[in-house]
Structure formats: structure tokens, C-alpha cells
């Protein structure tokens, strides 16, 4: 009785902590897609496909917590384990298919097609708010993880502390434009996309 009850609690915590991390990526995805959309910011625009993707991951994560725990049965007899090892592997597969996106849209930015920024203080706050959500989730996946070693829930954790960078990065990448901007550097205005191919080496 005492072990099905530590079964219960193991799997509530952890699909308490995958659905928290749905409902983050939901809000900071939509605050990135409206910015990133009236500012013109590559740089948000990719964490923002970014924060896409870190929703769909999270969903993956929240659904294998879910299957991983069910007990061994006729057609899986050593249990359901691996299906967090895979969950893993997609979330992977993922975020490099955005990079290859972010890549492209950056090289074509610098190279071929000039986008003009329009950095606004709304920006700045929704990134600051960005940074912030992911400090909280990854703390709480990772105590979480670590307490079941539950390698989903340490791939989002994971996931979500180079979250942190990729947005103080495109941060620093709309400060650029600004800089430029008051002092007359045309040429710092191609620190937007330059930020979004750094977003990508991070990611990767």
C-alpha cells in the first residue's frame, strides 16, 4: 500500500511540473511571437520558434512522465521507461530543425534582404520576463528530475538554463541596434540577426 502511494505522489510531482511548464511555454511564446512580430527582431522571432518548440517539447515531456510511469504489462515487460529516452531524442531532433530555420532567415538578413528593427521598450520586457520564467521552470525540473531520474524532465531542465542565454543574447543584440542607431553605426544594425545565429549556436 505504502509503495502504490509512493508511485501515486512520484507520478503527480512529475506531471505537475511537465503541465507548469505547457502553461510557461504557452504565455512566453505568445508575448515573443507579438514582439517579435512588431519589432521586426530576428532575434526574438527565434526564440520565439524557439519557445515553439520548447512548447511542443514540453507536451513530449508531459506525455512520456505520463506513459513512463505506468507499470510493466503483456507487451512491455520491462516497463515503460525508454519512452522518456525517447522523448529526449525528439526534443533533440527539434531544436536542430530550428536552428537550420534561424541559420537560414540570419544568413539571408546579412547577406541579401535588410529588415529594419524597431526596438521597443515592450521588447526588452517580454525578453527580461523570458529569462526569468526560465530560471524558475529549470530549478523546478531539475529538483524534480533529479529526485525520480527522470531524463525528460533533466532535458527540459537542461533545455530551458540554455533559454537563459539565448535570450540575454538578444537582448544584448537589441541594445546593439539602439547603440547604432544613436550614434549614427548603420552597421550595428546587423547585430539582430548576428544575435539570432548566436541563439542558434547555443541551442546547438
Not at 32 to 61: C, N
Not at 123 to 144: C, E, K, N, Q
Request: glycine share 4%; aromatic share 10%.
Amino acid at each position: 500500500m505504502a509503495e502504490e502511494l509512493d508511485i501515486a505522489v512520484q507520478q503527480s510531482e512529475k506531471q505537475a511540473v511537465a503541465l507548469s511548464s505547457i502553461y510557461a511555454a504557452v504565455a512566453i511564446t505568445t508575448l515573443k511571437i507579438v514582439v517579435g512580430i512588431t519589432t521586426g527582431s530576428l532575434g526574438i522571432l527565434s526564440e520565439a520558434a524557439h519557445s515553439g518548440l520548447d512548447l511542443v517539447a514540453a507536451a513530449i515531456t508531459y506525455f512520456s512522465v505520463r506513459v513512463s510511469d505506468k507499470p510493466a504489462d503483456a507487451t512491455h515487460q520491462y516497463g515503460h521507461g525508454k519512452i522518456e529516452n525517447f522523448s529526449a531524442f525528439i526534443e533533440t531532433t527539434l531544436l536542430l530543425a530550428t536552428c537550420i530555420w534561424i541559420v537560414y532567415e540570419a544568413t539571408k538578413r546579412l547577406f541579401f534582404h535588410f529588415v529594419n528593427i524597431e526596438p521597443s521598450v515592450w521588447a526588452f520586457l517580454v525578453m527580461g520576463l523570458s529569462i526569468v520564467v526560465d530560471v524558475w521552470r529549470s530549478r523546478r525540473l531539475r529538483r524534480i528530475a533529479d529526485k525520480y531520474d527522470s531524463q525528460a524532465l533533466h532535458a527540459d531542465a537542461l533545455h530551458f538554463r540554455t533559454d537563459i542565454w539565448s535570450s540575454s543574447v538578444v537582448i544584448l543584440g537589441l541594445l546593439l541596434v539602439l547603440t547604432g542607431r544613436a550614434y549614427s553605426l548603420p552597421w550595428l544594425a546587423k547585430a539582430d540577426p548576428v544575435a539570432a545565429l548566436v541563439v542558434a549556436c547555443i541551442v546547438v
